[in-house]
């Protein structure tokens, strides 16, 4: 059984906010739509990474601490905030057991969940649940299953991502599997080009957990949840076969 690993994201830290920042715009815009519509101040992101959704939710006046089991990327997330001169909080903890105080909300954003076995992430839901006030809010995003597993949706993740970061030209590409049972395999092959003799190529491999819109509701209600809303990630309605990443916003009962 494959579970997250702390290191899981050592490789990919440096190079994250370079691949991803553009494309988390989405999501956290739509994470702080919903957050406006219930009363919520106090926010403990549980899988920060390099600090996007802490950035973007702290500029609009929250108070955010961000959490992550990545010691490389809690460290970007660091440096970040000292360059932008934002005062947020960070600590190193793993979703599954940090025991961090009583928030208005807690999310994870981009997958997270998806690094978790589906045993974990139950044991996951009652640890969000044990960082809540009463009736708080969880708020999550995962690609749907019922989407991946149609046709050839699955050649919709198939990415080659090039950027230049100074004189380095990295570029990564990576290719995906899925099984009905929601394992989603992601082989990534990375070039890292300083120049003369020749780039530094890596190969890597993670698998994902994936869930169905519903398969999300009952793991909710079973383990002390309501869920209240399921949409796309730009806060479209879902439509169960064409909605790539579902957002999912849940109550603790
Ligand atoms: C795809 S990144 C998302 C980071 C950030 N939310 C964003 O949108 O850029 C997934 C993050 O989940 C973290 N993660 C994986 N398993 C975890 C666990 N058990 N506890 C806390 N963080 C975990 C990884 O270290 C990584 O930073």
């Not at 954003?109 to 044991?123: A, Q, R, V």
Request: charged share 20%; hydrophobic share 35%.
């Amino acid at each position: 059984m494959y579970s997250a690993k702390s290191s899981h994201y050592d490789k990919e830290a440096n190079h994250y906010d370079a691949f991803n920042a553009d494309s988390s715009r989405l999501i956290n815009s739509t994470v702080a739509n919903i957050l406006k519509t219930y009363d919520v101040t106090t926010i403990v992101d549980l899988s920060c990474g390099t600090g996007s959704q802490v950035f973007w939710l702290t500029q609009l006046g929250y108070e955010v601490v961000g959490c992550d089991i990545n010691a490389k990327m809690l460290r970007i997330a660091e440096n970040n905030a000292a360059a932008a001169k934002l005062n947020a909080a960070f600590l190193k903890g793993d979703m599954r057991t940090v025991k961090i105080g009583r928030f208005d909300a807690a999310i994870t954003i981009f997958n997270s969940i998806g690094h978790l076995t589906k045993l974990d992430f139950e044991k996951t839901l009652r640890n969000v649940a044990n960082n809540l006030n009463d009736n708080g809010l969880y708020i999550f995003d995962i690609y749907n299953l019922n989407y991946l597993i149609k046709g050839d949706h699955i050649t919709n993740l198939t990415i080659d991502w090039q950027k230049l970061e100074g004189n380095t030209k990295i570029r990564d590409i990576q290719y995906s599997t899925i099984d009905k049972a929601g394992l989603l395999c992601s082989h990534t092959i990375s070039h890292v080009d300083k120049g003369p003799p020749s780039p530094h190529i890596s190969n890597s491999s993670q698998v994902m957990q994936i869930y169905t819109a519903s398969q999300l509701r009952k793991i909710l209600i079973r383990n002390g949840f309501e869920p209240l809303d399921q949409t796309g990630i730009d806060g479209s309605s879902l439509i169960e076969s064409e909605t790539d990443r579902i957002i999912t916003t849940a109550r603790k009962k």
